[in-house]
T-cell receptor, first 113, second 114 residues
Framework: DAGITQSPRYKITETGRQVTLMCHQT?????MFWYRQDLGHGLRLIYY???????DKGEVPDGYVVSRSKTENFPLTLESATRSQTSVYFC????????????FGPGTRLTVT | GDSVTQMEGPVTLSEEAFLTINCTYT??????LFWYVQYPGEGLQLLLK?????DKGSNKGFEATYRKETTSFHLEKGSVQVSDSAVYFC?????????????FGKGTRLSVIA
């Protein structure tokens, strides 16, 4: 199926553990993004990527690592999870050109205990 | 830097009421403006957009006009339905500097009751 998918949809992990959230898109869009959504903060950009092997920090990158070895995948890793990283994480993609629609995945709800 | 300010929610309306969600922005350059909608349990999806001053974006009965003089992009709908219950996000992207990421407002939750 064409689209953008995220896995897992729900994850519970413990403080200090490493966890990776997966994002896959089938359109070969150039740009991919990771956001976190928290009450009172709306959507905040963590990292984004303009193409394979090109990544840039967003507003809240600390504690996160990304990679993009293939155009269609953009995993987000929390190297040592903290309770403050409990959030809903959204991946998004769009084709190059700021006027193009940005498509969002269904989100991953992460709880760090 | 660029920023978007939306009215605080939640907004609760009866079915068939008129909706306005205010959005103002601060940006360098010449931004394009967007409204995204998030239905419960889903990701965001584009509702409408406007790319230059005085443009009106419209979709599914929603409208917003790009007002450069007031730096605003208010979302309106003449008659809301229960199915419009969602969180609405105003966003902008500035053409200054090329492919800059979207900047989102904090979102406004709308609840429509029958």
């Amino acid at each position: 199926d064409a689209g953008i998918t995220q896995s897992p949809r729900y994850k519970i992990t413990e403080t200090g553990r490493q966890v990776t959230l997966m994002c896959h898109q089938t359109w070969s869009h150039s740009y991919m993004f990771w956001y976190r959504q928290d009450l009172g903060h709306g959507l905040r950009l963590i990292y984004y990527s303009a193409a394979a092997d090109i990544t840039d920090k967003g507003e809240v990158p600390d504690g996160y690592v990304v990679s993009r070895s293939k155009t269609e995948n953009f995993p987000l890793t929390l190297e040592s999870a903290t309770r403050s990283q409990t959030s809903v994480y959204f991946c998004a993609s769009r084709e190059a050109g700021t006027l193009n629609e940005q498509y969002f995945g269904p989100g991953t709800r992460l709880t760090v205990t | 830097g660029d920023s978007v300010t939306q009215m605080e929610g939640p907004v609760t309306l009866s079915e068939e009421a008129f909706l306005t969600i205010n959005c103002t922005y601060t940006a360098t350059g010449y931004p394009s403006l967007f409204w995204y909608v998030q239905y419960p349990g889903e990701g965001l999806q584009l509702l409408l957009k406007a790319t230059k001053a005085d443009d009106k974006g419209s979709n599914k009965g929603f409208e917003a006009t790009y007002r450069k003089e007031t730096t605003s992009f208010h979302l309106e709908k003449g008659s809301v339905q229960v199915s419009d219950s969602a969180v609405y996000f105003c966003a902008l992207t500035s053409l200054l500097g090329g492919n800059t990421p979207l900047v989102f407002g904090k979102g406004t939750r709308l609840s429509v009751i029958a």
